[in-house]
């Protein structure tokens, strides 16, 4: 056959590049909240999960989803999930990495390291960070059972990853998840039907058996989860291990695995408890504040994991467009182009100073203005981070027209990206569940709008529109009784931070960029609408992946 064309102008793929040290507002962030911090194992990560080697191992664990067994040959239950070995070496290189438990091992920025290290590894794979993420969040609820946390910490702290289905005592390192969720209630919890009856005690405390079903159970092959069932008392919180102490298998049904538009690596399921046994964490008729112990820490990840996408989203985005030519020069240096991209790269850089600023505050639990600022940035964290996630991808994707739609046998990055970013608005309680949580923080009195004011101080003066912006605040939140204004207090206290941090820690060309177009309005209403005083080369150069 004759040839009948060359293949040429085509982008050479983003890989074997370092994450870290090329991730200059994460550097740079850091260094503001954690001076002297050392980084050097981020370095080494960031090598590492920029290798075409772990590429290779996204993309495999993404292409071959995760499989149900509930029986086996001879009609025995089984109720295991089985992954692909790629999966396996995702998980054995995220906690090896640390980001699971280790954090609530001690060391100083322990949380803030790891939060640098879980965006990174965001950008290679998110979806098996479900299960590491729910590990981590796990700790301080599990402090309601003294006897379970004292026998369960060390291996949940453990590096060496585990992922056998055998019993916790035949392992050194374990992992856990949470079930919430039934089908009548999804977020309102409190409607949830799952009886739980008492049955003892033992060395773990007061023992029951739950009968009943939760309707989202993802990771369902960790070795225990937190749950909420109706005891006598009321809605509580409890214990529930895959394998009980005498070594047998705990009745917990796998129902099937959930069909999901992304997260395709990891599992999620729908299970049924048949008189499984639990032990009850914290008191009788506090299952809410029990397990939001651990739901606030995993709405961190949500607000590191979508940072984490957005720079990686950002960073093909670049990629492709310094190498693709259109019209006689490199997209990069088309004038509408750069637009877009330098206003990406205000997002992500905000989004990755106000996560990290959240992370930070997890590392001085003594200290009262940072948990008064943990309580307010969570949930605005959570709300504004994770919405723009998707509005992002979008954008980022249609810089490389339509090989960023083209997914080829899991080859497509953006196009995984962008299925992916939907799930942490939604999962541990999307917008309005945020909203309401900011609102009921700032009911409890002025001590948190004193915090904000402190936080904010900092960068008066240095642009008009973050003064008058700023100004604004107190006033609003002293009214803010009617939860119709929940999203919008939510979206500009999160933007008054996030201008704050960048007057802080990035270039002045960065910080009045952001002012001028998210607080002063000379912005549109689709990125790559800056107004033309910005400084479009600048902004581009520092987002730079390589």
Sequence with gaps: MEPTHDVFNQPEPLTDYNLFVNNRPMRDALRFNAPGLDTD????????????????????????????????????????????????????????????????????????????????????????????????????????????????????????????????????????????????????????????????????????????????????????????????????????????????????????????????????????????????????????????????????????????????????????????????????EQPLMRNVLADLALESEAATALSLRLARAFDRPGDRQELLMRRLLTPISKFWVCKRGSHFAQEAMECLGGNGYVEEGGEGVMARIYREMPLNSIWEGAGNIMALDLLRALRKGGEVADALTAELAPARGAHAAFDRFAASLPQRIDEATAETDGRRLAQDVALAVQAALLRQHAPDFVFEAFCASRLAGDWGQAFGTLPSTVDFDAIVARAMPT
């Design 41 to 332: 194992d981020l370095d080494e990560l960031g090598v590492m999960l920029g290798s075409g080697e772990m590429q290779v191992h996204a993309m495999l664990a993404n292409v071959n989803p995760p499989q149900l067994r509930t029986h086996d040959r001879f009609g025995h239950r089984a109720d295991t999930v089985s992954f692909h070995p790629s999966y396996h070496a995702l998980m054995a290189a995220a906690a090896g990495a640390g980001l699971h438990g280790t954090p609530w091992a001690g060391g100083e920025h322990a949380h803030l390291l790891r939060a640098a290290g879980f965006m990174l590894f965001t950008e290679l794979e998110p979806s098996i960070l479900c299960p590491i993420s729910m590990t981590y969040a796990v700790m301080p609820a599990l402090q309601g059972n003294p006897a379970i946390a004292a026998e369960w910490g060390p291996k949940l702290a453990n590096r060496r990853y585990d992922g056998r289905f055998v019993a916790a005592s035949e392992k050194s390192a374990v992992t856990m998840g949470m079930g919430m969720t039934e089908k009548q209630g999804g977020s309102d919890v409190r409607a949830n039907t799952t009886q739980a009856t008492a049955d003892g005690s033992d060395a773990w405390g007061a023992r029951y058996r739950l009968v009943g079903h939760k309707w989202f159970f993802s990771a369902p092959m960790c070795d225990a989860f937190l749950v909420l069932a109706q005891a006598p008392a009321g809605l509580s919180c409890f214990f529930l291990p895959r394998w009980l102490p005498d070594g047998s298998v705990n009745p917990i049904r796998i129902q099937r695995l959930k069909d999901k538009l992304g997260n395709e690596a990891n599992a999620s399921s729908e299970v049924e408890f048949h008189g499984a046994q639990a032990w009850l964490v914290g008191e009788e008729g506090r299952g809410v504040p029990q397990i939001l112990e651990m739901g606030n820490m995993t709405r961190l990840d949500c607000a590191l994991g979508t940072s984490g996408l957005m720079r990686q989203a950002l960073s093909l985005a670049l990629n492709h467009t310094a190498q693709r030519h259109a019209f006689g020069k490199p997209l990069i």
